[in-house]
């Protein structure tokens, strides 16, 4: 790293010195013998993607502490609209440090996290809930911008992101309103910085049997880096009046170990998005399990084609073995030339979508191989609960300029992941994350991220 990332180091050090006291002071109550039951629809969590075979996850589940078990337990008393209330807490420090290929840089060091409030349901019927964002500058100097940690200007982030009802028929249909968290293929969170992407629209989601339906249009997204919510047109990169999308998706578990899914995303006068994808799970013994999968996604411009008149596509598929808490997995891609894949509205769910790059662009074949290991498991004679370390490694070839039809240089990227989510102190959770991008230039773009995540749980 330069000289320039010692203050940050320095600052982040600082930072959990000044975190663990508060942390250690939140442990002392004990849990309650009988939480509360949850509202199935409170999907509130980062998802860990476990079943991606190679890529490594945005953000992982964090086993939360309960802090005020008493009133927990008075709670449990009053009518379900009450006695159901989880007020959660998540505290973040983020360091972020990338040396780029050409000889710019990007750093900074914010801390935040977010408040988040949901209600129990109301004669079973309606809930609310309301999440609050923030993220501050502890150290941005003015010579590296682009971390996505903070408002592109280096200024800090304070915004309700998530503000819904929701009224419910059983599991059968949730209706869903203003702003809220969306995760559904290539409209989610991206929840890789400070803050996730949240969407203000309409959702209308339930489950029938094996089958489980997701609708709704969206008018507008709240970027990771921005305080402000803006057209999902906008964010596609079009100009001119603010344009929503339509989502539409459906995922069916017909037997055990199949999940197939297929999603529509159509951008109004931008471009539509249908993608699908069949992941199979084959449990062997307790010890092992194999996992492989296939996906597709098609891509083209629609109505007025206010990004360019384009259509691309992109194909992938992946296996793994996972083998007393050792995971070893391997993929490939293969995208149009056309043009590149687009997903202005989250992470691209492909199977290679590593920590710098996303190996979906004009004409790429792409291969990669990833190996990790839950130092919780059996395999080694000895274990350290909590700490997972995951290795990746992934080319992409024959890539194109697909304006131009020029050739590109093939594209390297090694990545380090650990994970540490702190026994001794429940809710707390360590991550070092840092990537290696080789991609035709003398220099090899760098990048480290350091983030320490608290969650706990107030109510």
């Given at each position: ?109 914010a801390t935040g996290g977010w408040l988040q409030y949901t209600s129990g ?149 931008v471009f539509n998005t249908a993608f699908g994808k069949a992941e199979y ?92 290991y839950d130092f919780g498991g059996t395999l080694l004679p000895w274990r ?76």
């Amino acid at each position: 790293m330069s000289e320039r990332s010692v203050p940050s180091v320095l600052a982040l050090m600082l930072a959990v010195l000044v975190l663990l006291p508060s942390v250690a002071v939140a442990q002392a109550p004990t849990q309650p013998t009988a939480p509360a039951e949850v509202p199935s629809d409170q999907r509130s969590l980062p998802v860990d993607r476990d079943e991606d075979f190679v890529r490594s996850p945005d953000t992982v589940r964090i086993p939360r502490p309960e802090i005020f078990p008493r009133l927990k337990e008075y709670l449990s008393t009053l009518p379900p609209f009450f006695r159901d209330t989880s007020l959660k807490l998540r505290s973040r420090t983020f360091y972020f440090n990338q040396q780029n290929d050409n000889g710019t840089a990007s750093e900074a060091l914010a801390t935040g996290g977010w408040l988040q409030y949901t209600s129990g349901w109301l004669l079973d019927t309606f809930a609310v809930g309301a999440t609050y964002y923030t993220s501050w500058p502890l150290y941005a100097p003015d010579c590296c911008p682009g971390t996505l940690l903070l408002t592109p200007g280096g200024g800090a982030i304070g915004t309700f992101g998530e503000a819904w009802g929701a009224l419910r028929y059983q599991d059968y249909a949730l209706l869903k309103g203003y702003r809220q968290r969306v995760e559904d293929g290539y409209v989610n969170p991206r929840d890789d910085r400070m803050v996730p992407n949240t969407f203000e629209g309409v959702t209308l989601s339930g489950t029938v049997d094996w089958a489980k339906y997701d609708l709704g249009y969206l008018t507008q997204i709240k970027p990771r880096d921005s305080n402000d919510f803006i057209p999902m047109s906008r964010q596609a990169g079009a100009s001119g009046d603010g344009k929503g999308l339509i989502l539409t998706s459906v995922t069916l578990t017909p037997i055990k170990g199949l999940a197939l899914y297929g999603g529509n995303f159509y951008g109004l006068d931008v471009f539509n998005t249908a993608f699908g994808k069949a992941e199979y799970t084959h449990t062997t013994s307790e010890d092992l399990k194999l996992q492989f999968g296939l996906q597709y996604t098609d891509q083209r411009s629609v109505g007025e084609e206010r990004v360019g008149d384009f259509a691309t596509w992109n194909v992938g598929a992946g296996m793994r073995v996972v083998w007393r808490g050792l995971s070893v997995g391997t993929a490939a891609h293969f995208t149009g030339a056309d043009a590149s894949i687009s997903s202005p509205w989250g992470t691209w769910p492909g199977y290679l979508s590593l920590l710098v790059t996303d190996f979906d662009r004009a004409n790429e074949k792409a291969f990669g191989v990833g190996m990790k290991y839950d130092f919780g498991g059996t395999l080694l004679p000895w274990r350290i609960p909590g700490l997972t370390v995951q290795i990746i490694y992934a080319q992409g070839n024959d890539r194109i300029d697909p304006g131009a039809g020029k050739a590109q240089p093939t594209t390297y990227e090694g990545d380090l992941d650990i994970i540490y989510n702190v026994p001794a102190i429940k809710g707390l959770s360590l991550r070092f994350r840092n990537g290696y991008v080789g991609g035709g230039n003398p220099q090899t773009l760098k990048q480290f991220r350091l983030i320490v995540n608290y969650e706990l749980g107030l109510l």
